[in-house]
């Protein structure tokens, strides 16, 4: 093990509602678990796509929305102190000569443990791209999905795309260092807080903003650096609007990412797996919930709370080979219950 | 019933169309690409599909929550539609849609 790398007994890669309760699983069969997720928050596509959609087919609960289930998970795993590694994306998995797995992260993160739980959904949630001709030239140098450090827009002409939260907020944040600022969105109306876009409005009013109603077709610039763009207004003219940063704002899209390299069997971007341990091709990774294909798979989340318990049985025997693996209730287990704080 | 779908190449499919299907799961049913990321809970505009003019006007109008959602998509135009929220009905036998780069690249 290398000085700065966490030891543990299991990573698991990906936070959403099955991640987490495979914590909860591995927990009660003696395992600690670090959770890995590009998301800034647990929860996976529940916290991110639909926190405030019902949720009807939970075993048990009649109606849950995502976020309402994040919730309750994150309190029933409580017990058993996950450590989070948010806002990073799991980048590359190698074997240590002593056989652990050694996971790192996009932010430098190193994790080694045992086994490895491949709980990854969809893929990592990135930034949505316009399918612009050749904005990949321009991108991380004057077109930014992000914003890391505000001080590098001070004194530019900055355009912003998008109607929700981000575009939003970004106006309102950046508007007071810019030299200029132009918020491009397809239409009047925004699905934001209302109070940012009474600001907005309000900013717009005073001149401090611009706000054109149309769609970026096109770049232009040189050597990375964007000059102007090109938008098609709601009259159907293209009009040019000069700047030097463009920051798009169109939330987030599914990529499969770099748990393609890993070295684990894919099958159209899928890991299959046996139904007994849920184990990939490769021995001590496991793969559970949407990310994964056995024949029959539902990409349901209770399909993937079963998959959680099977697979904590098998992760057992690696992390504890010396010990015997005890089958019990935590209805009647006074020894689970006592990992449980009940 | 038949759904007319044409792909990012221009190639037109003519697919079985079941009633009370949404578009956007009749597509994925006849395996032509569809992200549909978020499973038809009209949250991520990755069903974005175009409707074809003579039918523009003969679909049910769209709900708010698919003007906000569609904010998410690219290349939006007055015919475009997230497929998740097109539930086909036997007037729509024959429907016409073209792919787009949200739903299918």
Redesign the interface.
């Known amino acids: 093990m290398t000085t700065d790398a966490i030891s543990t007994d299991v990573i698991i890669v990906g936070a959403g509602p099955v991640g987490l309760f495979a914590v909860f699983e591995l927990g009660l069969n003696d395992m600690k678990c670090h959770l890995v997720d590009i998301l800034d928050k647990p929860g996976g596509?529940c916290a991110e796509?639909?926190p405030e959609?019902p949720i009807y087919d939970i075993p048990g609960l009649p109606i849950v929305t995502g976020q309402e289930l994040v919730d309750a998970l994150m309190k029933q795993i409580e017990p058993f102190t996950p450590v989070f590694h948010l806002n990073q994306m799991a980048e590359s998995l190698t074997k240590t000569d002593e056989g652990k797995w050694r996971l790192t992260t996009d932010a430098g993160t190193i994790l080694e443990a045992t086994v490895v739980v491949i709980a990854a959904g969809?893929g990592s949630f990135v930034p949505?791209k316009?399918?612009i001709k050749g904005i990949e030239e321009y991108e991380a140098k004057s077109v930014f999905y992000s914003v890391r450090r505000m001080e590098t827009f001070r004194d530019s002409h900055i355009v912003i795309s998008?109607?929700?939260d981000s575009a939003l907020d970004w106006t309102l944040n950046l508007q007071p260092l810019a030299a200029k600022l132009t918020l491009i969105?397809?239409?009047d109306?925004f699905?934001a807080a209302p109070d940012s876009v009474n600001k907005m409005r309000e900013l717009v009013a005073a001149g401090k903003v611009d706000l054109k109603i149309g769609?970026i077709v096109n770049l232009n610039g040189a050597g990375g650096q964007i000059e102007s763009v090109a938008v098609k207004g709601d009259d159907g003219e293209t009009h040019t609007i000069a700047c030097d940063a463009l920051l798009p704002f169109?939330?987030l899209?599914?990529k499969l990412g770099p748990v393609a390299n890993f070295g684990i069997n894919l099958h159209q971007n899928l890991i299959p797996v046996d139904t007994e341990k849920f184990e990939s091709d490769v021995k001590t990774i496991f793969a559970i919930g949407d990310i994964n294909s056995y024949p029959g798979k539902l990409?349901l989340i209770l399909s993937g709370f079963h998959e959680t318990a099977l697979m904590a049985q098998q992760a057992f025997r690696y992390v504890h080979p010396d010990r015997k693996l005890r089958f019990q209730y935590t209805t009647s287990s006074s020894d689970l219950q006592t990992k449980l704080g009940v | 019933m038949k759904l007319l779908v044409t792909d990012l190449e221009g190639v037109e499919h003519s697919i079985e169309a079941m009633a009370n299907w949404t578009v956007m799961e009749i597509i994925r049913d006849g395996d032509l690409p569809m992200r549909a990321e978020c499973g038809g809970s009209c949250a991520c505009a990755t069903c974005h599909v175009y409707i074809a003019q003579e039918w523009v006007n003969r679909l049910p109008s769209m709900e708010e929550e698919e003007r906000g959602t569609l904010d998410g998509g690219f290349e939006i135009e007055p015919n475009s539609r997230l497929s998740c929220q097109l539930i086909m009905t036997p007037d729509l036998d024959g429907l016409k849609v073209t792919l787009t780069n949200d739903s299918s690249n």
Request: glycine share 22%; charged share 30%; net charge positive.
């Open positions: 596509q796509l639909y959609k969809g949505k316009p399918p998008g109607g929700g969105h397809r239409r109306e699905r769609q169109y939330g899209t599914m990409k």
